[in-house]
């Protein structure tokens, strides 16, 4: 029987497994959630790392999202953001959500992940019937170890079918990633042997968003994770993350988080699950 870790996280419930080794490259996360009580919830979605794919077996969802405006989802895919936005649930979720890396997405989807950036679409929309059957089975099965065998075969079958993403692109968001956005495109061009042009223009194409817009974002997920995590120099972390200082940090903040590193701290809990994206309570 497959391992399953399940949580009790007062009144939401998690079921979490590992994926097929095949699929643990491009998989960050892997779960399954749903909520004992209806607790009506709004949450901000931040820029991120990661596309996000969430299979609802429940109620749809209210999703703002920078690029397409206000609308309901029930299982969909939400690319890459440069921008915040939020979404609002009445209570009662349940369902699973795969956060994908960019390429994992662009392999596991099929489609240019330059397409999905700051939008959301419903999975049936990029990957047809299949996405219906697929909810259907899930909702189905008996337990979770069930439900994460089925998720298994699902996602080797798409990686079967699924583009490569070209090995430059791979090597370039590897260095992005490890630097934490701090190697500029200048560098990344010369590392995979294209011009920056060139490189620009694939990488966006496969990840979502170009390397200069991902670098920023990736500084911006690093200083949060810093800050969220207790470290109080401010101006220690912004030179750790790249920022001019810590002007420029708060900057930064406002822009892609729609608030000061301070609103958003404060902002900051622990949740039962964040789902749909990088997720802190929404303001009233």
């Not at 994908?100 to 240019?112: E, I, K, Q, S």
């Amino acid at each position: 029987m497959r391992e399953v870790r399940m949580e009790d996280r007062g009144g939401w419930r998690l079921a979490q497994a590992r994926p097929h080794p095949a699929l643990r490259p491009f998989l960050a996360s892997y779960d399954g959630y749903w909520e004992d009580t209806v607790v009506p919830s709004r949450m901000r979605t931040l820029p991120g790392r990661h596309a996000v794919v969430i299979i609802s077996l429940g109620t749809p969802l209210r999703l703002t999202v920078p690029g397409a405006g206000s609308g309901h989802y029930g299982t969909f895919v939400s690319g890459l953001y440069d921008a915040h936005g939020s979404y609002e649930h009445p209570g009662g979720q349940r369902g699973v959500q795969l956060d994908l890396t960019p390429l994992g997405a662009y392999t596991l989807l099929g489609v240019p992940m330059a397409l999905l950036t700051n939008i959301a679409v419903e999975l049936a929309d990029l990957i047809g019937p299949a996405a219906g059957e697929l909810v259907e089975r899930l909702a189905g099965e008996p337990g979770w170890p069930e439900r994460f065998d089925l998720l298994d075969r699902f996602l080797l079958h798409r990686l079967e079918i699924g583009p490569s993403p070209a090995a430059e692109v791979v090597r370039a968001w590897q260095v992005l990633e490890a630097t934490g956005g701090m190697a500029p495109v200048a560098e990344l061009a010369g590392e995979v042997g294209w011009s920056r042009r060139h490189l620009t223009h694939r990488f966006k194409e496969q990840v979502g968003l170009p390397p200069k817009v991902m670098a920023r974002v990736l500084r911006f997920q690093r200083a949060l994770d810093l800050l969220a995590g207790g470290d109080p120099g401010w101006a220690g972390v912004a030179a750790r993350c790249g920022f001019y200082d810590q002007a420029h940090l708060n900057r930064e903040f406002r822009a892609l988080a729609g608030c000061t590193p301070t609103e958003l701290l404060t902002q900051l809990r622990p949740q039962p699950l964040d789902v749909g994206a990088d997720l802190v309570p929404a303001p009233a």
